[in-house]
């Protein structure tokens, strides 16, 4: 991944060529999506992103692997770092440095990635431009930091019981979350009471996608993500996973969808119910700490989920960009 982001638009091709199957798939962050085959990921990914931030280069921050269902899977957390020059996706250039957020997993066969599943924060890429399509964020926005412990880059194998104990804290921690009727109307007390509190270190951090932000403990957790985003998807169903690894004191998980929901109450993200079924695009890095999850890094397919709410924030960004042009 490396060398994809220090190749340049001339030699892209053939770096995905030397790294990729002939038939590998690329699935990413709307409006980039699916496409398949090298020359469509230069085409649609690299290229462009090449000519906007001709300088990019790539500052993984996690860096982990394991083996889910019998696939090989690498997964990392991460920036692409580098100065706006050129339009990107329609959003206008800054002349100023920009850190795209990045978390991806790629299936590997035969030491070619098969399949990469990219969710790029492209809603923090407008905000760090200038322009917010969204109400305030109730989280801080921020660039998401590197492990507290400063080891998340794992390069050679790790304890396979810690690997697995780590697994097993996030999943029972995501099936307690599954188990909690959001229709009983606890609210606020309820979400603070619930097995969640079991898991969850007491100066835990949780890193959310641009629009969400960053919030602190489980107050803080509940009070700026978890309680709004229950209101407006009661009883969503979780799971669908492609990949659950543990690496030592990480572990992750994701899916494509990995969540399905009915807009059903709240105000998420300014948008009264709309009563639609949604999918989301998440993945989940954990890093446990003293047998409790201390962080939580969670790339999230934002805009998609609003253009499945009827709200379209390159519509907004074009009006608000553009306005005055014939």
Same mark, same amino acid.
């Given at each position: 991944m490396r060398r994809l982001a220090e190749a340049s638009p001339q030699t892209i091709d053939g770096a995905l060529a030397d790294i990729y199957a002939p038939d590998a798939l690329w699935r990413g962050s709307h409006p980039l999506n699916?496409?398949?085959?090298?020359? /469509?990921?230069? /085409?649609?990914?690299?290229?462009?992103?090449?000519?906007?931030?001709?300088?990019?280069?790539?500052?993984?921050?996690?860096?982990?692997?394991?083996?889910?269902? &019998?696939?090989?899977?690498?997964?990392?957390? @991460?920036?692409?770092?580098?100065?706006?020059? *050129? +339009?990107?996706?329609?959003?206008?250039?800054?002349? $100023?440095?920009?850190?795209?957020?990045?978390?991806?997993?790629?299936?590997?066969?035969? @030491? $070619?990635?098969?399949?990469?599943?990219?969710?790029?924060?492209? !809603?923090?890429?407008?905000?760090?431009? #200038?322009?917010?399509?969204?109400?305030?964020?109730? @989280?801080?926005?921020?660039?998401?930091?590197?492990?507290?412990? %400063?080891?998340?880059?794992?390069?050679?194998?790790?304890? /396979?019981?810690?690997?697995?104990?780590? !697994?097993?804290?996030?999943? %029972?921690?995501?099936?307690?979350? #599954?188990?909690?009727?959001?229709?009983? %109307?606890?609210?606020?007390?309820?979400?603070?009471?619930?097995?969640?509190?079991?898991?969850?270190?007491?100066?835990?951090?949780?890193?959310?996608? %641009?629009?969400?932000?960053?919030?602190?403990?489980?107050? &803080?957790?509940?009070?700026?993500?978890?309680?709004?985003?229950?209101?407006?998807?009661?009883?969503?169903?979780?799971?669908?996973?492609?990949?659950?690894?543990?690496?030592?004191?990480?572990?992750?998980?994701?899916?494509?969808?990995?969540?399905?929901?009915?807009?059903?109450? #709240?105000?998420?993200? @300014?948008?009264?119910?709309? &009563?639609?079924?949604?999918?989301?695009?998440?993945?989940?890095?954990?890093?446990? +700490?003293?047998?409790?999850? *201390?962080?939580?890094?969670?790339?999230?397919?934002?805009?998609?989920? !609003?253009?499945?709410?009827?709200?379209?924030?390159? /519509?907004?960004?074009?009006?608000?960009?553009?306005? &005055?042009?014939?």
């Amino acid at each position: 991944m490396r060398r994809l982001a220090e190749a340049s638009p001339q030699t892209i091709d053939g770096a995905l060529a030397d790294i990729y199957a002939p038939d590998a798939l690329w699935r990413g962050s709307h409006p980039l999506n699916e496409v398949r085959g090298p020359d /469509a990921i230069a /085409a649609t990914v690299w290229r462009p992103m090449m000519e906007s931030f001709p300088d990019i280069e790539r500052r993984d921050t996690i860096l982990m692997g394991g083996t889910y269902q &019998g696939n090989a899977l690498v997964g990392a957390v @991460g920036h692409l770092c580098g100065t706006f020059r *050129r +339009d990107w996706l329609t959003i206008p250039a800054t002349g $100023r440095p920009v850190y795209l957020r990045y978390g991806e997993f790629h299936q590997v066969v035969d @030491g $070619r990635i098969t399949c990469s599943t990219v969710l790029f924060d492209i !809603l923090d890429v407008m905000r760090q431009a #200038g322009f917010w399509p969204l109400p305030p964020s109730l @989280g801080t926005e921020e660039q998401w930091p590197c492990p507290i412990s %400063a080891d998340g880059i794992l390069l050679c194998e790790q304890d /396979a019981a810690e690997s697995a104990r780590a !697994l097993e804290l996030t999943l %029972a921690m995501q099936v307690s979350l #599954g188990k909690y009727d959001d229709t009983q %109307a606890k609210g606020r007390d309820g979400l603070l009471v619930m097995p969640q509190k079991e898991f969850w270190h007491p100066k835990m951090m949780w890193y959310g996608p %641009a629009g969400i932000g960053t919030t602190r403990g489980l107050q &803080g957790f509940v009070d700026y993500h978890q309680l709004p985003f229950r209101d407006a998807f009661p009883n969503r169903r979780g799971g669908n996973h492609y990949v659950r690894i543990g690496d030592g004191k990480y572990s992750a998980t994701g899916g494509w969808p990995s969540v399905y929901a009915r807009h059903a109450g #709240g105000n998420f993200l @300014g948008t009264s119910p709309t &009563g639609r079924d949604v999918q989301m695009r998440v993945m989940d890095f954990y890093l446990a +700490d003293e047998g409790l999850i *201390r962080e939580n890094w969670v790339p999230l397919d934002i805009i998609h989920l !609003l253009l499945q709410m009827d709200v379209d924030v390159f /519509a907004r960004m074009q009006s608000f960009f553009r306005r &005055g042009q014939l």
